[in-house]
């Protein structure tokens, strides 16, 4: 049985087969409808309650997270119980030991899987564009990772983590929307796929700034068929990620960001890792994103200026948004194999907290190619 690779973000959970060069066969929101008795009406009325498990990359509701993983693994990728194969989790940037425990926990104890890995989307995304060395930037729906990896570790001491992400923009562009159609109620939902469709990126700050009198009108009929107005709005969703005090944050904009993580590193390696630069995540995939990004790192005053890597011919479309998937995908192609995951066995001699003796190895790019 091929094993598992399982992606579950704060927005979207990733889940498939580990076929390196396909994308994931499950992308469904991370998020679970639960029916609570609702104790205002009485006589045994159930309501529906909508259960988030991921917050801001983190597993916060075990019992959630639990029961979408049942469903995931039983009911989609056709699991039995009893028949239970390996699995590979990717984990963000920064994750406590003691959430990576129970995450093992629950796999061994729950869902008694034959075998276990884990390892940091950051290390998996460069995986995918055949590089062991570099440097993400994951914009996440409600997380901003940037983490230096040298010979397919990750850099913590170098890395950042800010706690906002695709979440914040989205209640940006509602404010801003709100600004122009007054009169119109829009349900964040709705939002949310306004941005994924109208956000983009202009070409610097001063073409942002002249934009308020180019800017072409666009009328769109939500879906109880309102009607409402969208222009200069469209860009203030990029243009915060370089400019985060429109988000109200004294910071500065994400490539000083990336230029400042790497320069937390020895200098022997600020080449590799600058001219290796990954975009990830699905705000990633904005138009005009990565013009805008290469633009401005050009602009940069670091001596070696950051580089976009270009994704391989064969990899799938929208790699941004899957990147880290397919690098676990990879990944398990290696470490089952070679027996470098945690077993039953391992488990039941050790516990959970045998997960940090045997997982996030660097491993040789030989190995993976």
């Not at 409600?142 to 706690?163: L, M, N, T, W």
């Not at 700034?209 to 860009?235: F, M, N, W």
């Not at 089952?336 to 045997?358: L, M």
Request: net charge negative.
């Amino acid at each position: 049985m091929e094993a598992v690779v399982v992606d579950a973000g704060s927005k979207l959970l990733k889940a498939g087969i580990a076929l390196p060069d396909q994308s994931p066969s499950l992308v469904m929101p991370s998020k679970m409808k639960l029916e609570v008795e609702d104790g205002q009406m009485g006589d045994g009325a159930v309501v529906e309650e909508v259960v988030q498990p991921v917050v801001r990359g983190f597993v916060k509701d075990w019992d959630a997270m639990e029961d979408l993983l049942n469903y995931v693994l039983y009911s989609n990728i056709g699991w039995e119980i009893g028949d239970e194969g390996q699995i590979l989790f990717t984990e963000p940037l920064f994750t406590p030991k003691a959430l990576r425990e129970q995450l093992a926990q629950l796999m061994f104890e729950k869902f008694n899987v034959s075998g276990f890995y884990d390892s940091e989307q950051a290390v998996l995304s460069l995986y995918a564009v055949g590089r062991i060395s570099g440097c993400t930037v994951d914009i996440g729906h409600g997380k901003i990772d940037i983490a230096p990896v040298c010979e397919g570790a990750v850099q913590h001491i170098a890395s950042k983590r800010f706690d906002i992400g695709g979440t914040d923009l989205t209640n940006l562009f509602a404010e801003e929307l709100k600004k122009s159609n007054s009169s119109v109620n829009i349900d964040i939902s709705d939002v949310e796929r306004l941005k994924e469709q109208y956000a983009c990126c202009a070409e610097d700050q001063m073409a942002f700034e002249a934009i308020g009198s180019s800017c072409r009108p666009e009328r769109h009929t939500l879906p109880d068929g309102q009607v409402i107005t969208i222009e200069k709005e469209r860009y203030i969703v990029g243009e915060a990620l370089f400019r985060p005090h429109i988000l109200g944050l004294e910071d500065y904009g994400i490539v000083h960001q990336l230029v400042t993580s790497v320069s937390n590193v020895a200098p022997e390696y600020h080449r590799q890792l600058l001219e290796n630069t990954m975009l990830c995540g699905g705000t990633a995939s904005m138009t005009g994103f990565e013009d805008r990004f290469q633009r401005e790192a050009n602009l940069s005053a670091s001596a070696i200026c950051p580089s976009l890597v270009k994704p391989p011919e064969y990899m799938p479309e929208n790699l941004a948004r899957y990147s880290a998937w397919l690098g676990g995908a990879i990944l398990a192609k290696v470490v089952f194999p070679q027996n470098q995951h945690v077993t039953k066995g391992d488990y039941d001699e050790t516990g959970p907290s045998i997960v940090h003796k045997k997982g996030l190895p660097a491993l040789c790019f030989n190995s993976l190619y």
